[in-house]
């Protein structure tokens, strides 16, 4: 290989790694666009809702969520509960786990029992002397 051959294929390869980024550049930008609209849009749906339950309280009052501007008084309460679930989910995982190994350990201690159905389908072969 002559060395324009090699400064042309080091020229290519430069122009498609240049094309690639350019490529997952776009990629970015649309995919931030399209989080930025969806996040607008439930905001919108979001004050929509808002409003509704506003105009029809029917008499009462709301606590949560509460008004832009006040103290949340509740927020004590949400601290922990991405924890609480997550040592929930995980001790249910640990759980299914343990009762899993469990049964295979007792199905391989276990005697296989033949199949009540297998007995009547063996063959047994006659042999006759003449």
Do not use: C
């Not at 997952?24 to 849009?41: E, F, H, Q, S, V």
């Not at 040592?87 to 009762?99: D, F, H, L, N, Q």
């Not at 899993?100 to 002397?129: A, C, H, V």
Request: no cysteine; hydrophobic share 30%.
């Amino acid at each position: 290989m002559s060395k324009s051959q090699a400064d042309t294929k080091g020229k290519e390869k430069t122009e498609k790694a240049t094309h690639s980024e350019i490529l997952k550049g776009k990629a970015i930008l649309y995919y931030t666009l399209y989080y930025r609209l969806l996040i607008d849009k439930m905001q919108a749906s979001a004050n929509e809702i808002k409003r509704w339950e506003s105009k029809h309280m029917g008499g009462f009052r709301r606590i949560y969520p509460l008004e832009d501007g006040e103290k949340d008084i509740y927020e004590k309460f949400f601290e922990n509960t991405g924890s609480l679930y997550q040592t929930t989910a995980s001790t249910k995982a640990r759980e299914e786990a343990v009762r899993l190994q469990r049964m295979e350990i007792e199905n391989k201690s276990k005697p296989k029992l033949p199949d009540p159905g297998e007995s009547s389908r063996t063959r047994y072969t006659i042999f006759w002397k003449f």
